[in-house]
């Protein structure tokens, strides 16, 4: 079975710092785009960062540019979130999500996989 399992989230002031990280584990053949995601109470989940897998092409919301950076290290099937200058606005569950290929005998299969989320707190 394969999953993703966050860790990281809690709470800080505004202006502060969090970094939040992912790790992918089962029987994985390889790990394709990965990416955050967010959803604040009363809000749709919304796009936080993509990476794809060899860290080429990286995708920001317009409203974490300049502040968020998203990265991966591929020999620990890992993606990491780091969260500066926070805001308020950015309170929300954060959730991780993977495009994960599964090899069974012969039979190759892309899963979308998600995390189980990690809150994230921002008092003003």
Do not use: H
């Amino acid at each position: 079975q394969v999953q993703l399992v966050e860790s990281g989230g809690g709470l800080v002031q505004a202006g502060g710092s969090l970094a939040l990280s992912c790790a992918a584990s089962g029987s994985i053949y390889s790990i394709n785009d990965m990416g955050w995601y967010r959803q604040a109470p009363g809000k749709q989940r919304e796009l936080v960062a993509t990476i794809t897998s060899r860290s080429s092409t990286i995708n920001y919301a317009d409203s974490v540019k300049g502040r968020f950076t998203i990265s991966r290290d591929n020999a620990k099937k890992t993606v990491y979130l780091q969260m500066n200058s926070l805001k308020p606005e950015d309170t929300a569950v954060y959730y991780c999500n993977a495009e994960i290929a599964t090899l069974t005998g012969d039979i190759l299969r892309v899963l979308e996989i998600w995390g189980q989320g990690t809150q994230v707190t921002v008092s003003s």
